[in-house]
């Protein structure tokens, strides 16, 4: 794979998107008050909170000390009461139709990419957590705009074309394994483990020490359904070796956020 930059990082979000909305556009109506995978969220739920965070994200990029004043603000209102932080996130959503939540999360997606473009490869960013390398700020919007559509997509029984932006977030799954272990406030197992990832265009990825003993071997796309808990490990076709690798896909989790179970298996 070529050298990642700020612009192939933004080329491959952008990308990304486009693939979801190819499959929200065509869409009924109805079908935006589908529920998804995701506890009390309709298909709609995911789209606002796609478009929510790409604003706050393209705020983060533009006007660093704006985000910090709306962090603190939205902070204090989501953990003011149960439920206030769907409601601020999701609340506007719920009131659009269709048609205006699609041409609304266009917009947000827009005001990012060009938000993003100015971003120097050095650049942080202030988030709701740690601030962030540009890279892996934008890295982490095309993780949820993915995984996010995977939920719209298992709704709606519908495929995208893998494609090889699912290297980001393979890289993310694997960075994100010592992060797994601190989250539920539990000791990191010893060991390295090698992942060995088939990806989409017949490349052979390799995240890890070759020669560690513990082994996950098998296609891209199962690892990232995994570590983005939108699959239960039994349900793909990952080969694993060694007690310790078994036990980090177990309860793998990419992403930010209190610790979380993975789907139960669906066979």
Known sequence: MST?????VIADLVAEQDALDAVVTPLAAADWDLATPSPRWAVRDQ??????????????????????????????????TPGAGDELTLGPAREMTAKELLLHWRSCRNQLAAAAAECGEKDRIEWYGPSMGA???????LME?????????????????STDRLRHIAQLGFITRGWTYINRKIEIPEGDICVELD??????????PADALATIRGPAKDFCLVTSQRRNLADTSLA?????????????????????????PRS
């Open 4 to 8: 990642v930059t700020v612009a192939s």
């Open 47 to 80: 789209i606002g909170h796609l478009a929510f965070f790409d604003e706050t994200a393209a705020l983060a990029i533009s006007d660093p000390e704006g985000f910090i004043q709306h962090r603190t603000d939205f902070v204090a209102a989501a953990f003011a």
């Open 135 to 141: 890279k892996s700020f934008l890295t982490a919007r």
């Open 145 to 161: 705009a993915w995984a996010h559509g995977q939920d719209i997509c298992d709704t709606v029984n519908t495929e995208r074309e």
């Open 199 to 208: 990806s989409p265009s017949g490349e052979t990825w390799i995240f890890g």
């Open 240 to 264: 694993i070796h060694g007690a310790i690798a078994q036990d980090w896909l177990e309860k793998a989790q990419l992403f930010a956020g209190p610790p979380s179970s993975p789907p139960a």
